[in-house]
């Protein structure tokens, strides 16, 4: 079974910087295409992020809300995904889920979410 | 970008209740379209795959049909833990995108 672990979340002001970690066990992590999807307070959810595994190009793409301010990178030999988050808008705050993959099964292992919580 | 909608945007029914959600594409997504439960305070769970498959371990009392533009998700008897927001999501093309969700409450 899957499992899933954010870290890295926390209260930032505007403008701001923050890289939030997920850390994954019970698969293959090499092969697994893996995602950052979002859910502000109260809201649906939106998905930001998505990296491809190196075998299938490595190859990343942004929904246009974040394209530009966050950058997901992969480290294998760590089995842990990353979100680097920089020029923070207030519109950024919410509960980013580390999760699988993205192709046409869907998302099937979600971590517990990271609260990023942007704020003057 | 795929535009997603979902009806209704809520539904009250009772444990046993058979409940019907329908999920439309802003253009045809073929069969590519995943349904997800989230029940509060927690993360969602992938119920549905490719509009018809369910994930393994999910109940068999969740259904999924269509394909094109439009789709539907059917929870026959509706169990106690069913009580939360359900969202479509189209995975045939990037921006990966969700609908704005169907929330299932108590009669």
């Known amino acids: 079974e899957g499992q899933l672990v954010e870290s890295g979340g926390g209260l930032l002001k505007p403008g701001g910087s923050l890289r939030l970690s997920c850390a994954a066990s019970?698969?293959?992590?090499?092969?697994?295409?893996l995602n950052w999807v979002r859910q502000a307070p109260g809201r649906g959810l939106e998905w930001i992020s998505h990296?491809?595994?190196?075998?299938?190009?490595?190859?990343?793409d942004y929904a246009t809300s974040v394209r530009g301010r966050f950058t997901i990178s992969r480290d294998d030999s760590r089995n842990t995904v990353y979100l680097q988050m920089s020029g923070l808008k207030t519109e950024d705050t919410a509960v980013y889920y580390c999760?699988?993959?993205?192709?046409?099964?869907?998302?099937?292992?979600w971590g517990q979410g990271s609260l990023v919580t942007v704020s003057s | 970008d795929i535009q997603m909608t979902q009806s209704p945007s809520s539904v009250s029914a009772s444990v046993g209740d058979r409940v019907t959600i329908t999920c439309r594409a802003s253009?045809?997504?073929?069969?590519?379209l995943a349904w997800y439960r989230q029940n509060a305070g927690k993360a969602p769970e992938l119920l549905i795959y490719?509009?018809?498959t369910l994930q393994s371990g999910v109940p068999s009392r969740f259904s999924g049909s269509g394909s094109g533009r439009d789709f539907t998700l059917t929870i026959t008897s509706l169990q106690p833990e069913d009580f939360a927001t359900y969202y479509c999501?189209?995975?045939?093309?990037?921006?990966?995108?969700f609908g704005p969700g169907t929330r299932v409450d108590i009669k």
């Open positions: 999760v699988t993959g993205g192709g046409y099964h869907g998302f099937d292992y």
């Open positions: 019970g698969f293959t992590f090499s092969t697994a295409w």
């Open positions: 990296i491809k595994s190196k075998i299938a190009g490595g190859t990343t």
């Open positions: 253009q045809g997504i073929g069969g590519h």
């Open positions: 490719e509009a018809t």
């Open positions: 999501q189209q995975s045939s093309s990037f921006p990966l995108t």
